[in-house]
């Protein structure tokens, strides 16, 4: 496992952006699969991005295409989560999400149980 910091969260206005960032202490992150993922008041924790840093793939969910960007740092250790075009359904706790190796299938970085290491949340406000 891994220790996960997440930071960036914030009020912002419908339509403006927010960088959210993933930073990994003691282990470096260009072997992990990281994954974030949100929850809102009442509703299930839902997935929104992941990507394999040791390759290319980048996934993401249906509700955040064409608007959320994930992206790695090697330098700095970090995955971060670029947010643009914000409304106020992407409104939830933000969490970070990784696991050792690649995942087998693309199916599984959807899955929030195929990570083992999770941080504790960055809140994001979105305001109409």
């Known amino acids: 496992q891994v220790q996960l910091v997440e930071s960036g969260g914030g009020l912002v206005q419908a339509g403006g952006s927010l960088r959210l960032s993933c930073a990994a202490s003691g282990r470096t992150f260009s072997t992990y699969s990281v994954g974030w993922f949100r929850q809102a008041p009442g509703k299930e924790r839902e997935f929104v991005s992941a990507?394999?840093?040791?390759?290319?793939?980048?996934y993401y969910g249906d509700s955040v295409k064409g608007r959320f960007t994930i992206s790695g740092d090697k330098g700095k250790n970090t995955v971060d989560l670029q947010m643009n075009s914000l409304r106020p359904a992407d409104t939830a706790v933000y969490y970070c999400?990784?696991?050792?190796?690649?995942?087998?299938?693309?199916?599984?970085?959807?899955?929030?149980?195929?990570?083992?290491?999770w941080g504790q949340g960055t809140q994001v406000t979105v305001s109409s």
């Open positions: 999400a990784a696991v050792s190796g690649v995942l087998p299938r693309p199916s599984y970085y959807y899955t929030a149980g195929r990570y083992d290491s």
């Open positions: 990507t394999y840093l040791g390759g290319s793939g980048v």
